[in-house]
């Protein structure tokens, strides 16, 4: 008997990268790999919008987790249970040919973007791995299938992921790297669980999020010939779309509304979302898109990038695609430079105005504290006399990543606000939080240990901070908060420097 099981389904986007991983690692013949039904509602559900957004949602999680694995999104995901019936009958004739038979049903729908339920790629799969067209799946099969599903939904995995269990008890849950593969195989004990929805942004990836409140098929033409090159998102409604600008992970490079009723309303209310929750250019076109010179016209006129017709060429779709990416880069480059301070990295005080106004309201509307931090560095006048301009920017540029080390949350923001002062905006913060946030910048700080022979306050590098907490309201303002924070500074300062006074 085998040390390993792998419980996998042929539909499930982490089953096939996990099978890769193991083909690449000469595994598989160390393993009993069982097919299960991971959805056995697919069936009867059918690829709903809602689905498709999921299934959309798993292809970008494996990007972000294997980028060594080739995968594109499929049309839809297929029921799966005739597949795996068909690959254990296989199996009960020729395990090894069977082996490479699973194999070819999980690239003929991860990368080839082919039905395994269609009786021709069933066909087309058995012939190349050189077994007869012609299998009897009987009730030994199904008897078979339906052991190993017991046994799966027994083990408690509860989730919709594969997982390889070994003899001992020890499970590897999810996409897993090939260094924690082998090593377990070596007999090493793993708690790391590789949950589906957590996903990071993969870089080498442009994500297009496509809008088809109608369905995908009026699209897919255009997805097909980005699926392989881009990661394609399909929010189902505006509140899922709503729920991409807001992260940080999923956060599209590029919205394709489809053409159809209501394209242009959707494409304003797509507009207006952007503007809201999102401060990054974002372009937005019109896909799938019949010939209409007069439609065309008006999509221009409120502010698409692009009206990509439907029966475009690939290759066509594909350049107008990278010319729109390519913009938003140019973009990006020009928007980041207004924004960042040049000598230190950290975000300029233009930038401070804008997002302490955008922070205020959206305390206001959830009642939540925002809170700001004036942080000075002490006698830095006497700093740069002593030890030159050059030492002082060098200096300023240490403080700054020493700052931002101290912030651990991604809305947390820490700015120039002009010569040595930084000023630090922390939005759901109460005082009590922005004081812990303080004491860890004035630790980071004293910890650099830069040399400072004229302060008062040390022979090395200190700082000065001010802080002051409200929840927005129509009885104050971000001046008050500013002011207020200010002062406190001021008083930071006159009393014996490095140190923290709260308003």
Same mark, same amino acid.
């Given at each position: 008997?085998?040390?390993?099981?792998?419980?996998?389904?042929?539909?499930?986007?982490?089953?096939?990268?996990?099978?890769?991983?193991?083909?690449?690692?000469?595994?598989?013949?160390?393993?009993?790999?069982?097919?299960?039904?991971?959805?056995?509602?697919?069936?009867?559900?059918?690829?709903?919008?809602?689905?498709?957004?999921?299934?959309?949602?798993?292809?970008?999680?494996?990007?972000?987790?294997?980028?060594?694995?080739?995968?594109?999104?499929?049309?839809?995901?297929?029921?799966?249970?005739?597949?795996?019936?068909?690959?254990?009958?296989?199996?009960?004739?020729?395990?090894?040919?069977?082996?490479?038979?699973?194999?070819?049903?999980?690239?003929?729908?991860? !990368?080839?973007?082919?039905?395994?339920?269609?009786?021709?790629?069933?066909?087309?799969?058995?012939?190349?791995?050189?077994?007869?067209?012609?299998?009897? !799946?009987?009730?030994?099969?199904?008897?078979?299938?339906?052991?190993?599903?017991?046994?799966?939904?027994?083990?408690?995995?509860?989730?919709?992921?594969?997982?390889?269990?070994?003899?001992?008890?020890?499970?590897?849950?999810?996409?897993?790297?090939?260094?924690?593969?082998?090593?377990?195989?070596?007999?090493?004990?793993?708690?790391?669980?590789?949950?589906?929805?957590?996903?990071?942004?993969?870089?080498?990836?442009?994500?297009?999020?496509?809008?088809?409140?109608?369905?995908?098929?009026?699209?897919?033409?255009?997805?097909?010939?980005?699926?392989?090159?881009?990661?394609?998102?399909?929010?189902?409604?505006?509140?899922?779309?709503?729920?991409?600008?807001?992260?940080?992970?999923?956060?599209?490079?590029?919205?394709?509304?489809?053409?159809?009723?209501?394209?242009?309303?959707?494409?304003?209310?797509?507009?207006?979302?952007?503007?809201?929750?999102?401060?990054?250019?974002?372009?937005?076109?019109?896909?799938?898109?019949?010939?209409?010179?007069?439609?065309?016209?008006?999509?221009?006129?409120?502010?698409?990038?692009?009206?990509?017709?439907?029966?475009?060429?690939?290759?066509?779709?594909?350049?107008?695609?990278?010319?729109? #990416?390519?913009?938003?880069?140019?973009?990006?480059?020009?928007?980041?430079?207004?924004?960042?301070?040049?000598?230190?990295?950290?975000?300029?005080?233009?930038?401070?105005?804008?997002? #302490?106004?955008?922070?205020?309201?959206?305390?206001?509307?959830?009642?939540?504290?925002?809170? #700001?931090?004036?942080?000075?560095?002490?006698?830095?006048?006497?700093?740069?006399?002593?030890?030159?301009?050059?030492?002082?920017?060098?200096?300023?540029?240490?403080?700054?990543?020493?700052?931002?080390?101290?912030?651990?949350?991604?809305?947390?923001?820490?700015?120039?606000?002009?010569?040595?002062?930084?000023?630090?905006?922390?939005?759901?913060?109460?005082?009590?939080?922005?004081?812990?946030?303080?004491?860890?910048?004035?630790?980071?700080?004293?910890?650099?240990?830069?040399?400072?022979?004229?302060?008062?306050?040390?022979?090395?590098?200190?700082?000065?901070?001010?802080?002051?907490?409200?929840?927005?309201?129509?009885?104050?303002?971000?001046?008050?908060?500013?002011?207020?924070?200010?002062?406190? #500074?001021?008083?930071?300062?006159?009393?014996?420097?490095?140190?923290?006074?709260?308003?």
């Amino acid at each position: 008997m085998l040390q390993y099981i792998v419980y996998a389904d042929l539909n499930c986007p982490y089953s096939y990268a996990l099978h890769e991983r193991l083909y690449a690692l000469n595994l598989l013949d160390q393993v009993e790999y069982r097919l299960v039904e991971h959805a056995q509602d697919i069936g009867l559900q059918g690829n709903s919008p809602d689905l498709l957004a999921e299934l959309a949602s798993d292809v970008f999680s494996v990007r972000s987790y294997a980028s060594d694995i080739s995968i594109a999104l499929p049309p839809e995901r297929p029921d799966s249970r005739f597949a795996n019936l068909c690959v254990i009958a296989a199996g009960l004739i020729d395990p090894e040919k069977a082996q490479l038979f699973r194999r070819l049903f999980y690239k003929a729908l991860w !990368v080839d973007g082919l039905d395994i339920a269609s009786p021709a790629v069933i066909f087309d799969c058995l012939e190349a791995a050189g077994l007869p067209t012609e299998l009897s !799946v009987d009730f030994e099969c199904e008897e078979i299938l339906d052991t190993w599903q017991d046994a799966w939904e027994s083990s408690h995995v509860g989730s919709r992921v594969p997982v390889i269990l070994a003899n001992d008890g020890r499970k590897l849950l999810g996409l897993a790297t090939n260094e924690e593969i082998t090593a377990f195989f070596a007999g090493e004990s793993t708690d790391v669980e590789y949950d589906s929805g957590k996903a990071c942004k993969y870089a080498q990836h442009h994500t297009i999020a496509v809008f088809a409140p109608e369905g995908i098929s009026t699209v897919w033409q255009t997805i097909d010939a980005l699926r392989a090159s881009y990661n394609i998102l399909l929010p189902a409604t505006f509140a899922d779309l709503k729920q991409l600008l807001e992260s940080a992970e999923q956060t599209p490079d590029l919205i394709l509304v489809a053409a159809g009723d209501g394209w242009l309303q959707n494409l304003l209310y797509c507009q207006r979302m952007v503007q809201q929750f999102n401060h990054a250019f974002i372009p937005i076109a019109i896909a799938g898109a019949e010939s209409d010179d007069q439609q065309e016209v008006t999509a221009y006129s409120h502010g698409v990038s692009d009206y990509l017709v439907q029966d475009r060429a690939p290759a066509v779709l594909k350049a107008r695609i990278r010319m729109m #990416l390519d913009l938003k880069r140019s973009r990006d480059v020009l928007e980041r430079s207004a924004r960042i301070d040049g000598l230190t990295g950290v975000n300029n005080r233009r930038e401070f105005e804008k997002q #302490l106004e955008m922070e205020w309201r959206r305390c206001a509307r959830t009642r939540q504290p925002l809170s #700001l931090i004036m942080v000075d560095v002490d006698h830095f006048k006497a700093f740069n006399d002593r030890y030159g301009h050059l030492a002082g920017d060098s200096c300023l540029r240490r403080v700054a990543s020493a700052m931002q080390n101290s912030v651990n949350r991604s809305h947390d923001a820490i700015f120039r606000y002009g010569g040595e002062e930084f000023a630090v905006l922390l939005p759901d913060t109460d005082k009590a939080g922005a004081l812990n946030v303080a004491q860890a910048i004035r630790d980071q700080i004293l910890a650099l240990g830069i040399p400072h022979d004229r302060s008062s306050a040390g022979l090395v590098v200190t700082a000065s901070q001010g802080l002051e907490t409200l929840v927005p309201s129509a009885e104050n303002s971000p001046h008050q908060l500013v002011e207020h924070a200010d002062t406190a #500074l001021y008083k930071a300062k006159k009393r014996s420097r490095n140190c923290v006074v709260a308003a």
